[in-house]
């Protein structure tokens, strides 16, 4: 079979190469002949060629949803593309455990919700809550963590006071609803009223995710650390042991390069679970 040249890559839509797209759109005119035209209209003045338009669907009662195929010569160099992720090793429960114990002595206070109008719970939930998601436990399962989850709707001076008064050591911003960039506004109201507010640990560790989030948007609006779709809890877990060592240490460098996904065993079965007492105390006393 063929192999796509690295440097120029283009759309595979029925052969390689061939840089066929498909589109859905919707324009705001009822669906007929002359709707039909513009919807090609509008892809070729994008550039795009041999447009065909295989659908039309009205939409309430005065928009028209088209889905089209269309096809471009631009090409695009994949070798030139990087893009920046939180960097840090994935290592086993235990020893993350223990780099806690060594490092830091003390439980790490974690804050989480979701900010602003938004009411989407289930995402920070299962990064926060013990239950976790896809079978990897969330951070309540790690007696390390003292998890604080203020669930939805959390305003941003709510946060900010709750920060102040347990001393938190991270704070877990989940963003849902982007519509309108709403997201990032109140993800920068929050960096901003951060920067006014004295008495907060020098170390805090800003960290944002949702559906539509990433490590760069993250770092545009002032945070440490971004996740998307797909985030495990034990991946969250991992970047705030790492990062907070490194901040509370004054430590320039990363650990790893790229160790996203290094070493990380998915917590299918989960490791036996320390109590508090247990893992203070550095043994092994199950709960
Ligand atoms: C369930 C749901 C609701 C429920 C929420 C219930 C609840 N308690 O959460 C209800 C019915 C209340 C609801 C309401 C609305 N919803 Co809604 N909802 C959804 C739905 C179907 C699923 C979301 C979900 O639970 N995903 C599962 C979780 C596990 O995924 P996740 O959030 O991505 O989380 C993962 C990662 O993103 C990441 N992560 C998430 N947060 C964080 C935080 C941190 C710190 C980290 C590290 C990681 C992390 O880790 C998680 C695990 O992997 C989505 C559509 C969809 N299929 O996604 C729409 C959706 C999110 N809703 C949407 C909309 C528009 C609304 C409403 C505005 C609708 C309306 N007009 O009223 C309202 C808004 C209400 C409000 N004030 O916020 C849109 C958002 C569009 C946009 N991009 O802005 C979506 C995408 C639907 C759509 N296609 O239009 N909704």
Redesign the pocket.
Same mark, same amino acid.
């Given at each position: 079979m063929k192999k796509p040249d690295l440097k120029a890559i283009r759309p595979y839509g029925d052969h390689l190469d061939d840089g066929i797209m498909q589109f859905s759109f919707t324009l705001p005119i009822p669906p007929s002949d002359e709707a039909r035209e513009a919807a090609k209209l509008y892809l070729e003045k994008l550039g795009f060629t041999h447009v065909q338009i295989v659908s039309m669907e009205l939409v309430g009662e005065e928009f028209a949803f088209f889905v089209a195929y269309a096809q471009s010569e631009a090409t695009l160099n994949f070798t030139k593309i990087s893009v920046p992720k939180p960097e840090f090793p994935i290592i086993p429960h235990d020893q993350l455990l223990k780099r806690v114990q060594e490092k830091i002595g003390r439980r790490l206070v974690v804050i989480?919700g979701t900010t602003g &109008?938004?009411?989407? *719970?289930? #995402?920070?939930d299962?990064?926060l809550s013990i239950k976790g998601?896809k079978g990897d436990k969330g951070l309540e399962y790690y007696p390390c963590f003292q998890v604080i989850n203020l669930r939805a709707q959390v305003s941003n001076e709510r946060l900010v006071e709750r920060a102040l008064e347990l001393k938190a050591d991270a704070l877990?911003? &989940?963003q849902?609803? *982007?519509?309108q960039d709403q997201h990032l506004k109140n993800l920068r109201e929050l960096t901003q009223l951060l920067k006014k507010t004295h008495g907060l640990p020098p170390h805090l560790l800003l960290?944002? #995710? #949702?559906?539509?989030?990433d490590h760069r948007t993250a770092l545009s609006v002032g945070f440490h650390g971004g996740? #998307?779709?797909? *985030?495990l809890p034990s991946q969250?877990a991992n970047f705030i042991v790492h990062e907070l060592i490194r901040r509370m240490h004054g430590h320039g460098k990363k650990e790893t390069s790229s160790g996203r996904v290094e070493e990380h065993v998915p917590h299918k079965a989960p490791p036996k679970r320390l109590s508090l007492f247990g893992w203070l105390s550095g043994g092994g006393k199950g709960s």
């Open positions: 989480g &109008s938004d009411a989407h *719970t289930v #995402g920070i299962a990064i998601i877990l911003v &989940s849902v609803v *982007t519509q960290i944002a #995710g #949702g559906p539509r989030m996740f #998307g779709p797909g *985030t969250v």
